[in-house]
Structures are given as C-alpha cells and as structure tokens.
C-alpha cells in the first residue's frame, strides 16, 4: 500500500454526492422511453396513474395529472406511509404546501422515507420533483410501484 488514500480529495458524505451526481449522468430506462419509445410513454403513465390512484383511494385521495398531483409531494408521502403501514404525522409535512420550500420540503421527506424503506434512490432529484419533470416524477412512482406493486390488486 502507498499509504494515499484514494478517497482523500472527498470529505465524509462527499462520497455519497458524488456517486450519486455520477448515477445522474448514467442513462436509464426511462431516458430510452423518451428518446426511442415515445409512442409507449402514454401506457407507461397509465399504469403508474392506475397504481398510485389504487394507492390513494384508500384515503379518498386522487390523481388525474402525474406532474401536478406529486409536485407538491403530499400523495408521495401519502403513498409511502399506506405502503409501510404507518402514519406520517400532519406536523411532519405540509398537506397543502404552496410555497416552494414546503413543497421541496414534502418531496424530500418523500424521497427520504423511500430510502429508509429500502427503495434504491431513483434518478432525479426533489427539485425536479417539485418542478414538475415528467421524467423524474415517472421514476419516483416507478420505484415505489416496483417495490409495492404486490399491493395492489
């Protein structure tokens, strides 16, 4: 050994940045949807709508438009919390978000409550979320679906 250490230009929790800006840049499924399959993209949206409506029913909650209905992040944490079978406290997160920090706010806790389910991050970020990307929102649904699509029936 030469005594460098080959992570020494990373500070601890630099390492998971970086690898996860460096997943940013690898292409997946849903890069080759839009790009070479978009006649398939309405099918794929619907699906992942009946899934999370079949989720969200159960609380008589609803979507009609996958950019708007998770932008805000509120049927996101809904949808983890009926999937794990607990209950996200109100004061948690904000249930009718209309500043953007409440909104990011929700879709981090989101995010962060799929990782602690053991659902491997998704390709996006929670801006992207929150902006409204087709893409990103797809993704996030995808991976709950993959993990919790045995719910539904």
């Known amino acids: 050994s030469s005594g460098i250490n080959a992570?020494?230009?990373l500070r601890p929790g630099e390492r998971e940045h970086y690898n996860f800006a460096a997943r940013q840049?690898?292409?997946d499924v849903f890069d080759t949807l839009f790009d070479?399959?978009?006649d398939k993209l309405n099918a794929v949206k619907g699906s992942l709508m009946a899934f999370?409506?079949?989720?969200?029913s159960q609380i008589n909650r609803g979507c009609s438009?996958?950019?708007e209905d998770f932008a805000n992040g509120v049927n996101l944490v809904v949808m983890m919390s009926l999937a794990?079978?607990?209950y996200v406290p109100m004061y948690s997160f904000s249930m009718e978000p209309e500043a953007y920090d409440h909104k990011l706010h929700n879709v981090t806790l989101a995010l962060n409550l799929m990782q602690e389910a053991g659902i491997p991050r998704p390709k996006c970020t929670a801006e992207s979320i929150v902006s409204k990307d087709l893409k990103s929102t797809l993704r996030v649904l995808y991976a709950i679906y993959s993990k919790y699509k045995h719910l539904v029936k």
């Open 52 to 56: 999370a409506n079949k989720q969200l």
């Open 7 to 9: 992570e020494w230009p």
């Open 84 to 86: 794990e079978g607990y």
């Open 65 to 67: 438009n996958i950019e």
């Open 25 to 27: 840049q690898e292409r």
């Open 36 to 38: 070479s399959a978009p």
